[in-house]
């Protein structure tokens, strides 16, 4: 069994206050959710409105297959034009471990 997580550290945009960030930060959840089949939720910066800390997990029995996907979450949290990627920290926990 590999699981896999990813916390995204982000600076939103032009927002200014909490109610707007729900408005960005949700459909970048539901997004990752819908597309990848991870479990995403915002797990921090809850009271900031300018900054979101959003977590990704997935486990499954293939190594590629988790790093496969945490790429392509990355890279599509990474295109998102109303926010600023400023940290992405990865952690792959395996059998050994």
């Known amino acids: 069994m590999y ?5 995204f550290d982000l600076l939103l945009g032009d927002v200014h206050s909490l109610k707007e ?4 930060v949700r459909p970048i959840v539901a997004e990752l959710q819908r597309k990848f089949s991870v479990s995403a939720a915002e797990v921090g ?3 900031l409105h300018r ?6 997990a997935l486990v499954s ?10 790429d392509r979450c ?3 949290v990474a295109a998102r034009p109303e926010v600023e990627l400023l940290s992405v920290r990865r952690r792959f ?5």
């Open 45 to 47: 910066d809850q009271d």
């Open 51 to 56: 900054r979101a800390f959003i977590g990704v």
């Open 93 to 97: 926990h395996g059998d050994e471990d």
């Open 61 to 70: 029995g293939d190594a590629g297959f988790v790093s496969d996907v945490l």
């Open 21 to 24: 960030k729900r408005s960005v």
């Open 74 to 76: 990355e890279r599509l």
């Open 3 to 7: 699981v896999g997580t990813l916390s």
